[in-house]
């Protein structure tokens, strides 16, 4: 299959069925995206780390919208994604009392598609409702559990998920056989902190 054929509906679908394309999605749209928040804020003093936090919480926003099951894309995956990455920045500056200094909009080149943006795309992670919390609280303690008890599935884990680590980089890292090899080590360290984060939730 060839996944620069698929459409973006397609890609997101996928997801479901296995993460390592919303590791694809990340490392796709990543940059345009930073471009673009970057743009909306022309002339503030905020460091690339902060732009890159809120990708990141970007990412975990589409991601969990995806597992809930009903989600369908009414735009272009990169409109979706700086839709949200703008209503994060709005959120996240305006709560710690920055001055933000917004370019205009109409300035932008409006028939480039990695600079357009849906005004009525809010998507954040309060509204993905309360039931998420006993999640969140769960898989987190499940991680601690898998961090406490040594292996290489905390760090395999950590490194995939939230450094964005390729396959191959992590073959590399921890000195498997191959890519594949390193693909089916994640299913397995997986599949434990699932069985880890389960157990949580019903104690």
């Known amino acids: 299959m060839n996944i620069t054929t698929l459409s973006d509906q397609e890609l ?20 345009y995206c930073i471009l673009f928040m970057r743009r909306l804020i022309v002339g503030s003093k905020i460091k690339e780390e902060e732009l890159g936090d809120i990708y990141q919480d970007v990412m975990l926003i589409l991601y969990e919208k995806i597992v809930k099951g009903d989600f369908i894309l009414t735009c272009s995956l990169q409109t979706y994604l700086n839709s949200v990455c703008r209503y994060q920045v709005l959120n996240k ?36 409702g309360n039931d998420k919390e006993a999640q969140f609280t769960a898989l987190e303690a499940a991680l601690q559990k898998l961090k406490n008890s040594g292996g290489k599935c905390y760090e395999l884990l950590t490194l995939f998920w939230y450094h964005r680590k390729s396959m191959a980089e992590l073959t590399d890292h921890f000195g498997y056989t191959n890519p594949s090899n390193t693909k089916n080590q994640k299913a397995k360290c997986q599949k434990r902190l699932e069985k880890l984060a389960f157990n949580e939730m019903n104690t």
């Open 12 to 31: 997101v679908e996928l997801v479901k069925e296995d993460q390592d394309y919303l590791g694809y999605i990340y490392k796709t749209h990543k940059e």
């Open 93 to 128: 500056f305006k709560a710690v009392g920055k001055q933000l200094n917004f370019e205009a909009y109409e300035s932008f080149d409006v028939d480039s598609i990695n600079e357009q943006y849906d005004p009525q795309i809010q998507d954040d992670l309060e509204d993905l």
